[in-house]
């Protein structure tokens, strides 16, 4: 590697790269993933992989070369909360509900915490019935997403604002000290190699971030997160501040350990020191042990970045794409873009990545990106409206889902360049025929073709057409849905205690579009609007 010190800009953005990189290496490998490959090998380069899917029905899930999972999608969506400005706000009632459409590989918390707001608009901490699951989430969900912060604050030296946004980041979707330190650790870190304009040396981020423990360790302050810290001592289950100590404290012996065990150089053994880290434990995915983890692998392979990614992203049981994820944003904050491997720049939304740190770092974020937005909407004449910003439909697939019917997954791009899917699932009706992945808007060349004895042209024809006639059947059979109520059934609604303290009228009325858009199961449907299935098949009864 060289010494020459990479720019601040070239550090973030190798940062943001080095993040989804690290995220896209070793997403297939997360016990997880549900990878159907089951023991994948070891490369240098990204590979195409299959994932089993079970939203919004079972179906097997292509996943491209260089494909990142949630760990890079929240990282994107902080990013352009940030960029929006009242970033709090655009997080929490745009970002997240928006993401539920297009997650991929979501964590349990993250995934209640969006729901939350989707569904009932509150935060999970301001809910009785969730507070104490909430304050129980210590996973590495937050940490993975706070580069943005980071990268937004290089101009404003105050490393406390910084700490105070990463812990106001955090709370929307974790609530114990583990979710939190690791956040903070990570932050600190990251800040220090972003403001580092000298050679690093060995050892030396460890130390620091020993020496900083007064900066990420501090408890959330008291007069600017009263009502959350009230919410910790009522709802808990455990002593809060005592909590809290107890995992500084076990963080620092680690960061002891770390420091120590470096001294051995080439008689390390990463492994073994990983397991010590309890990266292989019960609490793999927890906020402080990806940290640790990661500025364990940072300290160690400075000198070369492309070994210390690939390290955790093919540790085999941890916590593989976000201990990769971040272990890869604090290479790439320090050494830039240039070391990067010519087969690791197909990572997904390479361009939008860099263009996310161009804007996080601009005095006048907003009016930069209005400029850029102008510029890219003048180019295509199809941008849709969505809570996010603009975005275009760039491609349409299908994948079967048994003798039941197709899940359509669209292929999205936002104004700025990140691209997405959603899925649909669309059932099979009147004895239809099992056919293609495919529909009108894809090209003929990607239907599968029949037997080479049957393969005439007319077939084909008769393929699309055959997809065509299901996709008005769906339609049709949607537009003459009808949601009727009866007095009987009003009756054995009020009866549920449940109808009367955790439902509205928007909610009612969601889960009758889920039924008539999406043809979805009742179990699906109570789970996801938190109700006892009785109530639903109730509610599903009056559509007609």
């Known amino acids: 590697m060289s010494t020459t010190i990479p720019t601040q800009i070239e550090k973030c953005k190798g940062a943001m790269l080095a993040t989804a990189i690290g995220d896209a290496l070793g997403w297939p490998n997360e016990p997880r993933s549900k990878n159907r490959i089951k023991k994948p090998k070891v490369n240098d380069f990204f590979v195409e992989w299959t994932r089993s899917c079970k939203n919004p029905r079972w179906h097997d899930e292509r996943i491209l070369p260089g494909e990142y999972s949630d760990d890079t999608q929240?990282?994107?969506?902080?990013?352009?909360s940030i960029i929006a400005g009242d970033w709090e706000r655009f997080l929490a009632e745009k970002?997240?509900?928006?993401w539920l459409r297009y997650e991929r590989g979501g964590g349990s918390a993250l995934l209640k915490a969006a729901r939350s707001i989707s569904d009932k608009k509150v935060l999970l901490w301001q809910s009785q019935y969730n507070a104490k699951a909430y304050f129980s989430a210590g996973g590495n969900g937050a940490t993975m997403r706070i580069l943005p912060h980071v990268i937004a604050s290089a101009n404003k030296p105050d490393t406390e604002v910084l700490m105070l946004d990463v812990i106001k980041d955090t709370l929307i979707s974790h609530g114990h000290p583990r979710a939190f330190l690791g956040a903070t650790c990570y932050a600190f870190a990251l800040d220090y190699l972003m403001r580092k304009d000298t050679v690093l040396e060995y050892g030396e981020l460890v130390s620091a971030v020993i020496d900083g423990q007064q900066c990420w360790g501090a408890s959330p302050n008291s007069d600017v997160f009263s009502k959350w810290n009230e919410a910790a001592n009522r709802f808990a289950g455990f002593d809060y501040a005592q909590e809290w100590e107890k995992a500084r404290n076990n963080m620092m012996r680690q960061l002891e350990f770390i420091k120590a065990s470096l001294k051995k150089g080439l008689m390390l053994d990463d492994t073994k020191m990983l397991t010590v880290l309890e990266c292989f434990g019960s609490v793999n995915g927890a906020g402080d042990v990806a940290t640790l983890a990661a500025i364990y692998l940072a300290s160690r392979y400075a000198t070369n970045p492309t070994l210390g990614i690939k390290v955790p992203a093919f540790s085999f049981n941890a916590d593989t794409?976000?201990?990769?994820?971040?272990?890869?944003?604090?290479?790439?904050?320090?050494?830039?873009?240039?070391?990067?491997?010519?087969?690791?720049?197909?990572?997904?939304?390479?361009?939008?990545?860099?263009?996310?740190?161009?804007?996080?770092?601009?005095?006048?974020?907003?009016?930069?990106?209005?400029?850029?937005?102008?510029?890219?909407?003048?180019?295509?004449?199809?941008?849709?409206?969505?809570?996010?910003?603009?975005?275009?439909?760039?491609?349409?697939?299908?994948a079967p889902n048994g003798k039941h019917g197709v899940v359509q997954i669209k292929k999205w791009q936002t104004v700025l360049g990140q691209t997405f899917y959603t899925k649909n699932f669309h059932p099979f009706y009147n004895g239809l025929e099992q056919e293609t992945k495919t529909d009108e808007q894809m090209r003929l060349d990607t239907i599968p073709m029949p037997a080479a004895s049957d393969a005439t042209p007319q077939t084909v024809v008769q393929q699309v057409t055959d997809v065509k006639n299901k996709k008005r059947t769906i339609e049709t059979q949607q537009r003459n849905s009808k949601f009727m109520l009866d007095s009987r059934i009003i009756e054995s609604l009020l009866e549920k205690p449940a109808f009367k303290t955790n439902i509205t009228i928007g909610k009612v009325l969601r889960i009758v579009l889920a039924f008539i858009e999406k043809n979805e199961n009742v179990a699906d449907v109570a789970k996801r609007f938190d109700l006892n299935e009785e109530m639903v098949k109730l509610i599903k009864m009056c559509i007609k």
Not at 74 to 80: G, K, N, Q
Not at 95 to 98: A, D, T, V, Y
Request: include cysteine.
């Open 74 to 80: 929240m990282t994107l969506s902080v990013a352009r």
């Open 95 to 98: 970002e997240l509900p928006f």
């Open 321 to 398: 794409d976000t201990i990769a994820s971040i272990t890869g944003g604090l290479l790439g904050m320090l050494c830039g873009t240039n070391w990067i491997p010519n087969e690791w720049k197909v990572v997904q939304d390479y361009d939008c990545l860099v263009l996310m740190a161009e804007l996080l770092l601009s005095d006048n974020k907003k009016t930069n990106t209005k400029n850029g937005v102008m510029a890219v909407q003048s180019q295509n004449s199809d941008w849709k409206n969505s809570s996010i910003g603009k975005i275009r439909l760039v491609d349409i697939g299908h």
